[in-house]
């Protein structure tokens, strides 16, 4: 029986992000499940708690995704038989003093949403996590689908306002951990994920030369082979 890799994805997007996973050689390897997020749900740990339904497995997330993933970890260690965290987009202290970007990234969202529209304030988003020079190189059919998601955008943007990482709990969640960042991503993402290197027990820290936020869709074999990896070395590979 194949590994079973759960693959978990971000804002203004959905299981399509992974196509090119779910279309790849990895298949013959593992078990992989793409399950759509429910946006209905407003918090960070509701979403937790649809996730647990996979079962145990190696949980992947992407971007808002990752957040879930952590959460997963956090409060049902024994369903993640490891987590592989691309970008989380959170905070990389629990002080509210020091957190206080998603909350202004928030209120500038709707501030967009009400002066030029839904699509304008996705706009924002997709050039404040991808950076304008990302968003210029990604095809024009998934930036307009990413902006017309902007509904979800604000509901991720107001679950992630509203929770906090907990990092001196996450002293004790021992679930083995792959932490990934791209070379040309926003600089907003690297506080984050060295901070979640510094007080997870079992945490490994890598770059992917030449990639984004989008690193699974920008390096795809090099995600893969981390992947791959990261599975043999959590023993379900």
Known sequence: MRPRVVLVHGSATDRSTWSIQLRSSALDRFELVAPERDFT??????????LAAAGRAIYV???FGAVIVLELARTRPELVAGAVLIEPPMPPTDDMTLASAQRAFYEEFERRVAADGGPAAGEFFLSTVLGPEA???IPASFRERSRARWAEIRADSLALVAYRPRYLELRTCTVPMLLLGGERSAPLFMPTLEALAAVLPDAELVTIPNAGHMLHAEAPRRFAELLIGFAAEVGIG
Request: hydrophobic share 30%; glycine share 6%; no cysteine.
């Open 135 to 137: 968003l210029a190189r």
């Open 61 to 63: 997330g992407s971007s």
């Open 41 to 50: 749900h407003t918090t960070v740990e509701q979403h937790a708690v649809d």
